[in-house]
T-cell receptor
């Protein structure tokens, strides 16, 4: 089936550094999402994105977070500066349309470890 | 505000039996969509099955089916003839049809299928 690719699979950085997580969505999908998962538990919504703009963001999407998809390339999540509590697995997802019944296609996740 | 609750943290069943995983939700919208996803040990998240709130018939997909009890705001996932490879974490999710722009996930239920 359609694949969402996430690069890298694991990132280790020091607290205070900047990190960029990359997502290559399914080619004809238009809506993109980032979710955060801590310790294999609940998937928490961070942000969604369409047509170059953030549609909605949660309380977890701190001021240090930003997203973009320049010129149809990777959909990225940037954290600057990072904090210890940012350690988690970040999942990118995409869907073809914004219909409520559309399922999400997830990437394999990027495990971020902030030391 | 929407809320999704999975009270079962972990379930263990014998292979080839039937298992039901519970999920209850809260929403003020009259239209909404309910999803079940499976997260394997590798971290991969895949869509399993969906129920649209306006449909009275329970959705079925292969050996997955749903027990949709709208008055109780409940959407149980039923797996029949379980197999070892069904061992995973199962997430329930909801997207509100009128006001929602993303899927909210429950905390997940870890299923272990033993021989």
């Amino acid at each position: 089936g359609p694949k969402v690719l996430q690069i890298p699979s694991h990132q280790i950085i020091d607290m205070g550094q900047m990190v960029t997580l990359n997502c290559d969505p399914v080619s004809n999908h238009l809506y993109f999402y980032w979710y955060k998962q801590i310790l294999g538990q609940q998937m928490e919504f961070l942000v969604n994105f369409y047509n170059g703009k953030v549609m909605e963001k949660s309380k977890l999407f701190k001021d240090q977070f930003s997203v973009e998809r320049p010129d149809g390339s990777y959909f990225t999540l940037k954290i600057q500066p990072t904090a210890l509590e940012d350690s988690a697995v970040y999942f990118c997802a995409s869907s073809p349309r914004d219909w409520g019944q559309n399922t999400l296609y997830f990437g394999a996740g990027t495990r971020l470890s902030v030391l | 505000a929407q809320k999704v609750t999975q009270t079962q943290t972990s379930i263990s069943v014998m292979e080839k039996t039937t298992v039901t995983m519970d999920c209850v939700y809260e929403t003020r919208d009259s239209s909404y969509f309910l999803f079940w996803y499976k997260q394997t040990a590798s971290g991969e998240i895949v869509f399993l099955i969906r129920q649209d709130s306006y449909k009275k018939e329970n959705a079925t997909e292969g050996h997955y089916s749903l027990n949709f009890q709208k008055p109780k705001s409940s959407i149980g996932l039923i797996i029949t003839a379980t197999q070892i490879e069904d061992s995973a974490v199962y997430f329930c999710a909801m997207r509100e049809g009128d006001s929602g722009t993303y899927q909210r996930f429950g905390t997940g239920t870890k299923l272990q299928v033993v021989p």
